[in-house]
């Protein structure tokens, strides 16, 4: 409430944009996760795989700004159980991300044909769902709200960006884990900027 407030009052002076964007991430854990499900305890080895984002971002402001987003997330991960007589099996979680993100651009401006931004801030992270698996692991057993926090950077280019940015998970991924392993993902964004208002 507060961000969207700060948000709100901006837009009385500043320039927006909306960034309606797609693109795709690669997650993993920082560490081994001991999950329990049916009586059955295991340590789970993660190998990264690539899932996707789609939606949108409001960026206001202009060298400083803010820019709060809403992303439907799909994480990705093959894991291993250390009990080989439990299979391997992909664990697909599917979230609705909300970012909340604060930047600076340091080359160019609004006119400009190319920009390069740096920026960061934390996101909640909503589950919606878990692809069904071997080991029996549901929505239920994840931790809602999770929350991370990111650094990334940007390129502007005409009305094309491209956004990078590592988030950290600050939120344990499971219910019940003495590990308490958190997620941790790359994102890439590729879309466009359509200005909703100028100072110009």
Do not use: C
Not at 40 to 46: I, P, Y
Not at 49 to 76: D, M, N
Request: glycine share 8%; aromatic share 14%; charged share 15%.
């Amino acid at each position: 409430m507060i961000v969207l407030a700060i948000a709100l009052s901006l837009t009385a002076f500043s320039q927006i944009e909306l960034k309606p964007a797609i693109g795709f991430n690669v997650a993993r854990f920082d560490s081994n996760p001991v999950v329990t499900i049916a009586s059955v305890t295991d340590s789970l080895v993660s190998t990264s795989k690539a899932g996707y984002q789609i939606g949108a971002s409001l960026a206001v402001g202009r060298q400083l700004y803010i820019e709060p987003g809403l992303f439907y997330t799909k994480l990705t991960q093959n894991f291993t159980p250390s009990d080989p007589e439990n299979p391997e099996f992909v664990y697909s979680a599917n979230y609705l991300r909300v970012p909340v993100n604060f930047g600076f651009q340091f080359i160019g401006h609004t006119t400009s044909f190319a920009g390069l931004r740096i920026f960061l801030g934390p996101s909640m992270l909503i589950p919606l769902s878990v692809k069904e698996n071997e080991f029996g692991l549901v929505k239920d057993d994840l931790k809602s709200p999770q929350f991370d926090f990111s650094v990334g950077a940007g390129l502007n280019i005409w009305f094309l960006f491209l956004d990078v940015s590592y988030g950290w998970g600050l939120t344990p991924q499971y219910k019940v884990d003495p590990i308490e392993a958190k997620m941790q993902a790359f994102y890439a964004n590729l879309g466009f900027r359509f200005k909703l208002k100028s100072e110009e």
